[in-house]
């Protein structure tokens, strides 16, 4: 179940697959980068990072985009800088990031889920909550989670 | 490359490409940069040394740390990481997405990591003058 306002931006997002939902939110924004972090490690994480150079090339062919020029590179080093390798996205745009991040999560959920769509990334949502909360607490050390109605 | 590696001391970098290259690897006043088509020297020179440094096989890391070390000592000079990252690649002989670099990127990356390559390896500095007449001459 999803627990927090920025999950419901989040969970829309991908489903919509657009950055619209989370806009410039920093909040929806740290979520959406935890569940990135989440997909991909899941998927790559141990692998040799040059399996993902294919993988990209094979997503932008699928999306009809070019597969050899900077959309490939940024797409590369976005997926790599959840992979230890941070300083790779230095010069990328945060919107392009966001926008990044949310087609390689639709698309791994795609490629990856025996189940439906919509309840992998209900769980990919609710993994990166706890995640957050767990290592990245907000600093003013309320909880994420939203007050529940009277 | 090891210690006893013998260069025929006679080839020295001829064209001006070559003698820049040769000043910015050893860090020595390099005047203006050449341009034209003799820049494929740089490209040369810098597949040559890619290909000293590193094996087809190297773990992408290891590529990586090279380029992030050559970025931050040589801050001045804006190193594409990315790109430079895919020119390796691309020298080692894997299909890595290398279109769009525009020229003058690739000069960039060609130039600095040349510098950067020929110093992990050490280098002398004849040997450097090897590598950079073999460019010219290619």
Request: aromatic share 4%; hydrophobic share 50%.
């Amino acid at each position: 179940m999803i627990t927090t306002r920025a999950g419901e931006l989040v969970l829309t997002s991908l489903r919509e697959e657009t950055r619209a939902a989370i806009g410039d939110l920093p909040v929806p924004a740290r979520l959406l980068r935890e569940v990135f972090a989440v997909a991909v490690r899941r998927c790559f994480a141990g692998r040799d990072p040059r399996e993902i150079t294919g993988y990209v090339r094979d997503l932008l062919l699928r999306r009809g985009a070019r597969p050899d020029g900077a959309e490939a590179r940024e797409s590369e080093a976005v997926i790599r800088s959840v992979l230890g390798e941070p300083e790779l996205v230095a010069g990328i745009p945060d919107q392009h990031r966001t926008a990044i991040m949310i087609v390689v999560i639709t698309d791994l959920a795609r490629t990856e889920a025996t189940g439906s769509d919509a309840a992998l990334f209900e769980a990919l949502v609710e993994h990166a909550e706890l995640r957050v909360a767990r290592f990245d607490p907000p600093p003013n050390g309320r909880p994420w989670t939203r007050k529940r109605p009277r | 490359m090891t210690a006893t590696h013998r260069v025929d001391a006679a080839r020295r970098p001829a064209t001006p490409t070559g003698r820049h290259l040769r000043a910015i690897a050893l860090n020595d006043r390099a005047g203006d940069l050449p341009g034209g088509p003799a820049l494929a020297v740089f490209a040369r020179a810098f597949t040559a040394a890619v290909r000293l440094r590193f094996r087809p096989d190297t773990p992408l890391i290891a590529v990586a740390g090279s380029v992030a070390a050559a970025a931050r000592r040589h801050a001045a000079l804006a190193l594409p990481v990315r790109e430079a990252e895919m020119l390796i690649r691309e020298a080692l002989g894997e299909a890595a997405p290398t279109a769009g670099i525009s020229a003058t990127q690739a000069m960039v990356v060609h130039m600095v990591m040349f510098a950067a390559l020929v110093d992990e390896l050490a280098l002398t500095d004849d040997e450097i003058d090897e590598l950079i007449a073999d460019a010219e001459v290619s």
